[in-house]
């Protein structure tokens, strides 16, 4: 199971940091993943981190999110800077069938319920 925190409404230029707990397994040989899915649209990768913590991030995101990952305590964060109103979405974290970075949804297994976040102009 994985649950979601962190969202809210920001003023554009500030910034949130989302966390996702994981419970009931050890996700510590997993990817792990933040896609994004804003009103109307479809659901975007975001950032991901494979096992050994190598990063990744999609270019709408890149030099302003951050993810990491705290394998003691089962958790994957996403610092997100400089926001701006189009990263407004509901933020969803998920859990790679395999170690490596990942992109595309289907290669994630277990998502989190989404948490919302908001910039405002």
């Known amino acids: 199971q994985l649950q979601a925190s962190g969202g809210g409404l920001v003023q554009a230029g500030g910034s949130l940091r989302l966390s996702c707990a994981a419970s009931?397994?050890?996700?510590?040989?997993?990817?792990m993943g933040w896609f994004r899915q804003a009103p109307g649209k479809e659901r975007e990768f975001a950032a991901g981190i494979s096992w050994s913590s190598s990063t990744y991030y999609s270019d709408s995101v890149k030099g302003r999110f951050t993810i990491s990952r705290d394998n003691a305590k089962n958790t994957v964060y996403l610092q997100m800077n400089s926001l701006k109103p189009e990263d407004t979405a509901v933020y969803y974290c998920?859990?790679?069938?395999?170690?490596?970075?990942?992109?595309?949804?289907?290669?994630?297994?277990?998502w989190g319920q989404g948490t919302l976040v908001t910039v405002s102009s």
């Open positions: 009931g397994r050890t996700f510590s040989s997993s990817a």
């Open positions: 998920a859990t790679g069938r395999g170690r490596a970075l990942a992109t595309m949804t289907y290669e994630y297994d277990y």
